[in-house]
């Protein structure tokens, strides 16, 4: 029969039960913490994050149990398709197809302008027939490698994995180079360096990420106005001020009369240092915000994706 002594944990157990019923507990429980309905701040996506941790690593020889100079005795490949630097198929292209076209039409050749052409031709269309054998002996040179010689079965796997390697490299350089640009629109000298145009332009992709519909008006005769701004049946109109200085008051009383113009709720001054004293006066009553360049940098962070 089992005893205490099999069981250490077994009146410990019994304690925390007694404990649970005359509500000791009570305390430990109520600090756990609620699950929280507040949106996180990323810094950046979790791909990207998780591309950052993962670089890949190329594969070795020695993981596959070779050495340089074992692979330096494995048999060379005559019918291997290298796209970079194909010069044996280039030339074993142009010797088959001289010689076909020879065997073809060897009664009938005289040299004119139309035979040019015509082995021209001849050479376009041998290519696809070519390309198919020179692929299938490939093919089959290699089966024949791999059956006579372990070194070089283990030499074919190391070069897929290579090829594997080299993909997920590309793949990872490039994620690096998004998250870099992320990481860059979430600074300020980023957005200042900006021209107008190009202003207008990632400021209504952050409204898009935001979850409107945004559209540019044109660049000349839009009235202070450069983005509209749809979302749940409202109309937001933005004028963009990429200026190292405050805004005016005239820009915003032409923002006020934009709004009637074009029928809108409410209006967005997007700029780089904010707006003078008479300007905050001014859109006191009036349904204009000031979006500021702390503000634009915040928006990024917390809608990067």
């Known amino acids: 029969m089992a005893s205490r002594k099999n069981f250490p944990g077994r009146l410990e157990t019994r304690r925390h039960r007694a404990d649970e019923r005359s509500g000791q507990t009570a305390v430990v429980y109520a600090r756990r913490p609620e699950k929280t309905l507040v949106r996180p701040v990323p810094s950046a996506s ?23 100079e074992a692979v330096s005795r494995l048999p060379s490949q005559w019918f291997r398709v290298s796209i970079a630097g194909g010069v044996r198929e280039f030339w074993s292209y142009m010797v088959a197809d001289f010689g076909i076209f020879l ?3 060897h009664s009938s050749i005289h040299f004119s302008f139309g035979l040019v052409v015509g082995f021209l031709g001849f050479s376009v269309i ?87 519909e945004v559209t540019y008006t044109p660049s000349t005769s839009d009235g202070g106005v450069d983005i509209l701004l749809r979302k749940d049946g409202r109309l937001t109109i933005v004028q963009c001020k990429a200026h190292n ?46 979006l500021t360049l702390s503000d634009i940098v915040a928006h990024q962070k917390q809608y990067d994706s």
């Open 103 to 105: 065997l073809i039409f």
């Open 245 to 290: 200085k405050p805004v005016s008051i005239s820009a915003a009383r032409e923002l006020s009369a934009c709004i009637v113009d074009f029928q809108a709720h409410d209006a967005i001054i997007a700029c780089f240092e904010g707006v003078t004293k008479p300007v905050i006066d001014y859109i006191k009553t009036k349904p204009i915000t000031v």
């Open 126 to 212: 041998f290519v696809i027939p070519f390309t198919i054998a020179w692929a299938v002996l490939g093919s089959l040179e290699k089966r024949l490698y791999r059956a006579l010689s372990e070194p070089y079965t283990r030499y074919s796997r190391y070069e897929a994995a290579l090829a594997a390697y080299q993909v997920k490299l590309s793949a990872f350089e490039k994620s690096e180079k998004e998250r870099e640009a992320r990481l860059a629109k979430q600074r300020a000298d980023y957005w200042r360096a900006l021209s107008g145009t190009a202003f207008e332009t990632e400021l209504g992709g952050l409204f898009c990420r935001m979850g409107y």
């Open 46 to 68: 979790p791909q990207i994050e998780q591309s950052v941790q993962q670089s890949p690593l190329p594969p070795t020889l020695r993981e596959f149990g070779l050495s340089d």
